[in-house]
Nanobody, 125 residues
Framework: QVQLVESGGGLVTAGDSLRLSCVAS????????MGWFRQAPGQEREFVGA????????YYGDSVKGRFTVSRDFAKNTAYLQMNSLKPADTAVYYC??????????????????WGQGTQVTVSS
């Protein structure tokens, strides 16, 4: 059974950093593209970043580019989202997700079949 479990969320002040973790079981990160999405109340789910399994390149949403970094540890079968220079606008529930889709769909949340439960990130001003 595939399971993704996020952790690392919390309440921080603007300018702080957080690192989210996503431990995968039932699948190997070597064979999947790992994506991160977020959803704030009343808003659509937003693409944050992903590592594409086909070329191991990183891709980011415009709102987080230069501040957030996605990574993964194959030995731990864990994906990470390092978030720096956090802003109140980054407040949301953050989700990790896994997929085997092609690169052109990497930003489409509907193309990810496996999801974690989400972790809340709140950034105060």
């Amino acid at each position: 059974q595939v399971q993704l479990v996020e952790s690392g969320g919390g309440l921080v002040t603007a300018g702080d950093s957080l690192r989210l973790s996503c431990v995968a079981s039932g699948l190997s990160l070597r064979q999947y593209t790992m994506g991160w999405f977020r959803q704030a109340p009343g808003q659509e789910r937003e693409f944050v970043g992903a590592i594409y399994k086909g070329n191991n390149h990183e891709y980011y949403g415009d709102s987080v580019k230069g501040r957030f970094t996605v990574s993964r540890d194959f030995a731990k079968n864990t994906a990470y989202l390092q978030m720096n220079s956090l802003k109140p606008a980054d407040t949301a529930v953050y989700y990790c997700a896994a997929t085997t889709i092609v690169l052109s769909s990497i930003r489409d949340s509907g193309r990810y079949p496996c999801w974690g439960q989400g972790t809340q990130v709140t950034v105060s001003s």
